[in-house]
C-alpha cells in the first residue's frame, strides 16, 4: 500500500484530508489481522503515518505522488521456478490525465521490487494493475479503453498487448470487456478499469457487477458486460450493486467487485447501504472458508477507486 501524500487524492480542506488518510490507514488496519502489510510513506508524512496504521505495519518511506498502489505499482507474478517477479508497467498518470503527477510514482514498482527483494520485470506497456484481472491459469480480463485507449497504447494492435501480457504475467487466454462503469469515464477516472467490472474468484468463475436499476447508466453496462462474459463459457455470478444511485458528483461507480483477498479472508467496501449485506453473503459463498470483513470505502470511491485500487498482493513463491 502508499499513505496519501499531500496532493489531489487528499481534498482540499484539513477534514477532507484527514478522512482520506483515516480511511487508507483503516484499510491497512483490516489487512494485518491476517497477513503482513508493508506501506510506502512519503518522508514528509511519516510521522501521521504512524499515529494512523497498526503498529504491524511496516513503513517505508519513497517519494509520491499518489496512493493507488493498485496502479502505481508493480503486478506480482510467480515464475516457472517458483520465484517472484514485480512487473513494471510503464505509468503516466492514467493515460496523461491532464490533473495527474506521475514524475515519482513512475518510479514506484522498482522501489517495491527493490523492498520485497524480487526480480523487476520492465514492460514498455502503459498499464496500471487495475486494468488487468487474471485467474492465475492463463486468462485475463481487460478492458478496450484502458489497454488500447487514447493516452496508453492507441497505436498498438490487440495482438500486441496480448503478446505483452503474455510475455509479462503468462497469460496465454485474453478476454477484451468494451468498457468499464459509467462514472469511470469522467474527469478524474481511470476509462475502464477492469477491477470494478468483473473479477475471478476461482479458475471459471466470475463475479460480475450488476447494476439492477434501469434508471443507472451502469444498467446497460452490466447487460453488456454479461453478454461478453457469457460468450467466454464461464460460471458467472452476479453481484448486485448497491441501492445508492447518486452522490453529489453524479451517478456513483459505488462497486462491491473492487474488493481484496487476503489470507483467510475478504476485505470488501462497504458503503452504509443495504447492499453491503447482500454483498457480503456472495463473497462468504464465493471465497469458502474466508472471513468477510467490511470497511467503509465511501472516502476512497469518492476520490476515484476502492479498496483493491489501493492495495497490491505479494504471493508467496516457493524457490
Given amino acids: 500500500m502508499a499513505f496519501p501524500p499531500a496532493g ?7 477534514a477532507e484530508q484527514a478522512e482520506a488518510r483515516e480511511s487508507w490507514a483503516a484499510v491497512a488496519n483490516a489487512i494485518i489481522r491476517f497477513e503482513p502489510v508493508t506501506m510506502l510513506v512519503d518522508p514528509a508524512d511519516a510521522a501521521i503515518a504512524r499515529t494512523l496504521v497498526d503498529p504491524a505495519v511496516e513503513l517505508v518511506e519513497a517519494p509520491l505522488d499518489d496512493a493507488w498502489m493498485r496502479d502505481i505499482g508493480p503486478t506480482f507474478v510467480i515464475g516457472s521456478d517458483g520465484s517472484v517477479g514485480g512487473v513494471d508497467w510503464v505509468f503516466n498518470g492514467w493515460g496523461a490525465s491532464s490533473w495527474a503527477t ?23 506497456m502503459i498499464n496500471e494493475g487495475g486494468g488487468i484481472h487474471v485467474n492465475g491459469m492463463g486468462t485475463v480480463m481487460v478492458t478496450r479503453t484502458v489497454q488500447l485507449g487514447e493516452g496508453r497504447n492507441s497505436d498498438w494492435s490487440p495482438e ?19 468498457r468499464g462503469l459509467t462514472r469511470d469515464y469522467d474527469e478524474f477516472g481511470t ?23 434501469p434508471e443507472h ?20 455470478i452476479p453481484v448486485p450493486a448497491p441501492d445508492t444511485l447518486r452522490d453529489d458528483e453524479g451517478w456513483v461507480d459505488y462497486s462491491y467487485i473492487n474488493h481484496l483477498v487476503v489470507n483467510g479472508a475478504v476485505i470488501l467496501c462497504a458503503f452504509a447501504d443495504p447492499g453491503d449485506e447482500r454483498a457480503a453473503e456472495i ?37
Fill in 160 to 178: 500486441a498487448v496480448e503478446a505483452e501480457l503474455l510475455r509479462t504475467i503468462g497469460t496465454d487466454r485474453v478476454i477484451w470487456l468494451e
Fill in 8 to 14: 489531489y487524492t487528499l481534498g482540499d480542506t484539513p
Fill in 217 to 236: 447508466p451502469d444498467f446497460e453496462v452490466s447487460a453488456q458486460v454479461r453478454r461478453e462474459l457469457e460468450r467466454h463459457g464461464l460460471t458467472l
Fill in 102 to 124: 506521475w514524475e515519482k510514482d513512475a518510479l514506484v514498482a522498482e522501489r517495491v521490487c527493490d523492498v520485497a527483494g524480487v526480480e523487476r520485470i520492465p514492460s514498455p
Fill in 283 to 319: 463473497m462468504r459463498a464465493a471465497y469458502p472458508g474466508r472471513e468477510v470483513v467490511l470497511v467503509d470505502a465511501r472516502p476512497i470511491f469518492a476520490r476515484g477507486g476502492g479498496i483493491h485500487c489501493i492495495t497490491q498482493q505479494q504471493p508467496r513463491g516457493s524457490a
Fill in 191 to 213: 476509462r475502464g478499469h477492469v477491477d470494478i467490472v468483473a473479477t475471478f474468484c476461482d479458475e471459471v468463475t466470475v463475479l460480475y457487477h450488476d447494476q439492477r436499476n
